[in-house]
T-cell receptor, first 115, second 108 residues
Framework: DADVTQTPRNRITKTGKRIMLECSQT?????MYWYRQDPGLGLRLIYY???????NKGEISDGYSVSRQAQAKFSLSLESAIPNQTALYFC??????????????FGPGTRLTVL | GQSLEQPSEVTAVEGAIVQINCTYQ??????LSWYQQHDGGAPTFLSY????GLEETGRFSSFLSRSDSYGYLLLQELQMKDSASYFC?????????FGAGTQVVVTP
């Protein structure tokens, strides 16, 4: 079984709809992240969480919210989806015990299309 | 703040050597990482440099020079399966900031 899973893998929705993307991990890591990837722009950090009670904005948090329901679960919501939120979304985890290495482990991604 | 620059695309033949450069402007970071991403797939960790110098992992090596604000990933004995995008990233305070990525195209 995959260590980091994301659901759904693909989603097509309409402008104005509320969308939730879910991430679960079995790696036992404390740190979880949400990124979006657009062609030519690499991976940009939306939100991150270092433990269940810790939520932090990344560089592009506007229009998004998150919930850390448990150590293993981190959800990303688009309250009112707009077409420029069409992108590939990745969840990632990291183990604080690794010190400064910051190696992150990524889920398979969710391809979101907003019409 | 931090920004990282890397070439958008590199093309090479099987068996060749490719060097992907990464220059950065940063106010401070712990180390430079490299990730590989095949088309439509998840990024996967390749290499990490905390200190200046060369780190070797099989056919892949990574180099960091903090004084020059520069690093590179060296791919040796290129194989078709190495066709992918490669991202450099600087890490600090538990976060990574990624470059835009370099697409490596390996031709027969």
């Amino acid at each position: 079984d995959a260590d980091v899973t994301q659901t759904p893998r693909n989603r097509i929705t309409k402008t104005g709809k509320r969308i939730m993307l879910e991430c679960s991990q079995t790696k036992g890591h404390d740190r979880m992240y949400w990124y979006r990837q657009d062609p030519g722009l690499g991976l940009r950090l939306i939100y991150y969480s270092f433990d269940v009670k810790d939520i932090n904005k990344g560089e592009i948090s506007d229009g998004y919210s998150v919930s850390r329901q448990a150590q293993a679960k981190f959800s990303l919501s688009l309250e009112s989806a707009i077409p420029n939120q069409t992108a590939l979304y990745f969840c990632a985890t990291s183990d604080k015990g690794q010190g400064a290495t910051d190696t992150q482990y990524f889920g398979p991604g969710t391809r979101l299309t907003v019409l | 703040g931090q920004s990282l620059e890397q070439p958008s695309e590199v093309t090479a033949v099987e068996g060749a050597i490719v060097q992907i450069n990464c220059t950065y402007q940063t106010s401070g970071f712990y180390g430079l990482s490299w990730y590989q991403q095949h088309d439509g797939g998840a990024p996967t960790f390749l290499s990490y440099n905390a200190l200046d110098g060369l780190e070797e992992t099989g056919r892949f090596s990574s180099f960091l020079s903090r004084s020059d604000s520069y690093g590179y990933l060296l791919l040796q004995e290129l194989q078709m399966k190495d066709s992918a995008s490669y991202f450099c990233a600087v890490g600090s305070w538990g976060k990574l900031q990624f470059g835009a990525g370099t697409q490596v195209v390996v031709t027969p």
